[in-house]
Protein backbone atom coordinates (compact mmCIF):
# COMPACT_ATOMS: atom_id res chain seq x y z
CA UNK A 1 0.00 0.00 0.00
CA UNK A 2 0.99 3.67 -0.70
CA UNK A 3 -0.15 6.40 1.83
CA UNK A 4 0.04 9.56 -0.42
CA UNK A 5 -2.85 10.73 1.90
CA UNK A 6 -2.14 10.77 5.65
CA UNK A 7 -6.40 11.41 6.38
CA UNK A 8 -6.33 6.92 7.09
CA UNK A 9 -5.26 5.51 9.92
CA UNK A 10 -3.28 3.01 8.43
CA UNK A 11 -3.53 0.06 10.50
CA UNK A 12 -7.53 0.10 10.32
CA UNK A 13 -7.76 0.77 6.60
CA UNK A 14 -4.84 -2.13 5.80
CA UNK A 15 -7.13 -4.69 7.88
CA UNK A 16 -10.11 -3.14 6.82
CA UNK A 17 -8.51 -3.60 3.15
CA UNK A 18 -7.23 -6.72 3.88
CA UNK A 19 -10.55 -8.37 5.17
CA UNK A 20 -12.39 -6.74 2.16
CA UNK A 21 -10.50 -8.43 -0.73
CA UNK A 22 -10.47 -11.54 1.58
CA UNK A 23 -14.20 -11.55 1.69
CA UNK A 24 -14.23 -11.32 -2.37
CA UNK A 25 -11.93 -13.57 -2.87
CA UNK A 26 -12.94 -16.37 -1.18
CA UNK A 27 -16.96 -15.39 -1.90
CA UNK A 28 -15.76 -16.37 -4.98
CA UNK A 29 -13.85 -19.56 -4.18
CA UNK A 30 -10.35 -18.02 -4.50
CA UNK A 31 -7.96 -18.47 -2.17
CA UNK A 32 -6.91 -14.82 -0.78
CA UNK A 33 -2.98 -15.74 -0.25
CA UNK A 34 -2.00 -16.67 -3.31
CA UNK A 35 -3.29 -12.68 -4.42
CA UNK A 36 -1.58 -9.91 -4.81
CA UNK A 37 -3.31 -6.09 -5.23
CA UNK A 38 -1.75 -2.34 -5.04
CA UNK A 39 -3.34 0.25 -2.99
CA UNK A 40 -2.87 4.00 -3.50
CA UNK A 41 -4.65 5.93 -1.18
CA UNK A 42 -4.71 9.63 -2.67
CA UNK A 43 -6.61 12.79 -1.83
CA UNK A 44 -9.62 14.56 -3.76
CA UNK A 45 -6.78 16.17 -6.39
CA UNK A 46 -4.78 13.00 -7.32
CA UNK A 47 -7.87 10.93 -7.64
CA UNK A 48 -9.37 13.90 -10.51
CA UNK A 49 -6.20 13.50 -12.09
CA UNK A 50 -5.93 9.97 -12.31
CA UNK A 51 -9.74 9.77 -13.73
CA UNK A 52 -8.99 12.19 -16.24
CA UNK A 53 -5.68 10.23 -17.00
CA UNK A 54 -7.18 6.98 -17.34
CA UNK A 55 -11.03 7.54 -18.29
CA UNK A 56 -11.00 10.65 -19.70
CA UNK A 57 -13.33 12.06 -17.24
CA UNK A 58 -12.51 15.23 -15.24
CA UNK A 59 -14.49 14.36 -12.11
CA UNK A 60 -13.30 13.54 -8.87
CA UNK A 61 -14.14 9.77 -7.65
CA UNK A 62 -14.46 7.56 -5.00
CA UNK A 63 -12.18 4.59 -6.21
CA UNK A 64 -10.36 3.46 -9.78
CA UNK A 65 -9.33 -0.22 -10.67
CA UNK A 66 -7.16 -1.37 -12.94
CA UNK A 67 -7.07 -5.28 -13.30
CA UNK A 68 -3.17 -6.90 -14.64
CA UNK A 69 -5.97 -9.18 -16.91
CA UNK A 70 -8.43 -8.80 -19.04
CA UNK A 71 -11.29 -11.57 -17.30
CA UNK A 72 -14.66 -9.84 -18.26
CA UNK A 73 -16.66 -11.70 -20.00
CA UNK A 74 -17.37 -11.75 -24.17
CA UNK A 75 -21.22 -11.67 -23.35
CA UNK A 76 -23.56 -9.05 -21.46
CA UNK A 77 -24.90 -11.30 -18.16
CA UNK A 78 -22.17 -13.79 -18.32
CA UNK A 79 -19.75 -14.04 -15.67
CA UNK A 80 -16.13 -13.38 -16.05
CA UNK A 81 -13.08 -15.73 -16.99
CA UNK A 82 -11.79 -17.76 -14.14
CA UNK A 83 -8.38 -16.45 -13.30
CA UNK A 84 -5.35 -18.63 -14.48
CA UNK A 85 -3.62 -19.53 -11.48
CA UNK A 86 -0.64 -21.28 -11.70
CA UNK A 87 0.86 -23.98 -8.83
CA UNK A 88 2.99 -21.80 -5.86
CA UNK A 89 2.81 -18.35 -7.84
CA UNK A 90 1.27 -15.29 -6.26
CA UNK A 91 -0.81 -13.55 -8.79
CA UNK A 92 -1.18 -9.69 -9.20
CA UNK A 93 -4.61 -8.49 -9.77
CA UNK A 94 -4.17 -5.30 -9.94
CA UNK A 95 -4.35 -1.74 -8.67
CA UNK A 96 -6.68 0.21 -6.57
CA UNK A 97 -7.05 4.02 -6.11
CA UNK A 98 -8.86 5.00 -3.44
CA UNK A 99 -10.05 8.82 -2.05
CA UNK A 100 -10.60 9.35 1.38
CA UNK A 101 -11.61 12.75 1.21
CA UNK A 102 -14.57 11.88 -0.96
CA UNK A 103 -15.71 8.81 0.18
CA UNK A 104 -15.50 10.24 3.72
CA UNK A 105 -17.97 13.51 2.06
CA UNK A 106 -20.12 10.68 -0.06
CA UNK A 107 -20.74 8.15 3.13
CA UNK A 108 -21.76 11.65 4.81
CA UNK A 109 -24.55 12.41 2.57
CA UNK A 110 -25.54 8.72 1.47
CA UNK A 111 -26.10 8.35 5.85
CA UNK A 112 -23.70 5.26 5.70
CA UNK A 113 -21.06 4.66 8.17
CA UNK A 114 -17.60 5.43 6.69
CA UNK A 115 -15.81 1.79 7.19
CA UNK A 116 -18.93 0.29 5.69
CA UNK A 117 -18.78 2.00 2.95
CA UNK A 118 -15.38 1.74 2.11
CA UNK A 119 -15.36 -1.94 3.02
CA UNK A 120 -18.34 -1.92 -0.37
CA UNK A 121 -15.98 -0.15 -2.21
CA UNK A 122 -12.84 -2.01 -1.82
CA UNK A 123 -15.27 -5.34 -2.28
CA UNK A 124 -16.15 -3.51 -5.67
CA UNK A 125 -12.89 -2.24 -6.80
CA UNK A 126 -11.86 -6.27 -6.36
CA UNK A 127 -14.51 -7.66 -8.08
CA UNK A 128 -13.34 -5.21 -11.42
CA UNK A 129 -9.97 -6.54 -10.86
CA UNK A 130 -11.73 -10.13 -11.48
CA UNK A 131 -13.49 -8.78 -14.59
CA UNK A 132 -17.07 -7.92 -13.18
CA UNK A 133 -18.44 -5.20 -15.05
CA UNK A 134 -21.45 -2.86 -14.34
CA UNK A 135 -22.17 -0.68 -17.65
CA UNK A 136 -25.11 -2.46 -18.66
CA UNK A 137 -28.04 -3.66 -16.49
CA UNK A 138 -27.36 -7.21 -16.33
CA UNK A 139 -23.62 -6.85 -15.29
CA UNK A 140 -24.86 -4.36 -13.25
CA UNK A 141 -27.27 -7.27 -11.60
CA UNK A 142 -25.08 -9.75 -11.27
CA UNK A 143 -22.21 -7.58 -9.25
CA UNK A 144 -24.38 -6.12 -7.33
CA UNK A 145 -25.89 -9.47 -6.13
CA UNK A 146 -22.04 -10.76 -5.32
CA UNK A 147 -21.30 -7.56 -3.22
CA UNK A 148 -24.51 -7.69 -1.37
CA UNK A 149 -23.84 -11.34 -0.74
CA UNK A 150 -20.38 -10.61 0.56
CA UNK A 151 -21.38 -7.29 2.61
CA UNK A 152 -24.44 -9.41 4.44
CA UNK A 153 -21.72 -12.09 5.44
CA UNK A 154 -19.55 -8.94 7.04
CA UNK A 155 -22.81 -7.62 8.67
CA UNK A 156 -23.03 -4.39 6.11
CA UNK A 157 -26.71 -3.90 4.82
CA UNK A 158 -27.65 -3.29 1.47
CA UNK A 159 -26.43 -0.71 -0.46
CA UNK A 160 -28.24 -0.46 -3.08
CA UNK A 161 -31.50 -0.49 -1.40
CA UNK A 162 -33.46 2.50 -1.62
CA UNK A 163 -34.09 3.81 2.00
Not at 70 to 89: C, Y
Not at 107 to 126: G, I, M, R
Request: aromatic share 10%; glycine share 4%; hydrophobic share 40%.
Amino acid sequence: MVYETFDWDKKVFRDLANEAISSTLSHLGYNPAIFEIAILTCDDNKIAELNYQFCNNKTKTNVLSWPELNLSAKKSGELPASIPITRGDTMFLGNIAICYQYIKNEAEVQNKKFQDHVFHLLVHSTLHLLGFVHKLELDANIMEKIEVEILAKASISDPYRIH
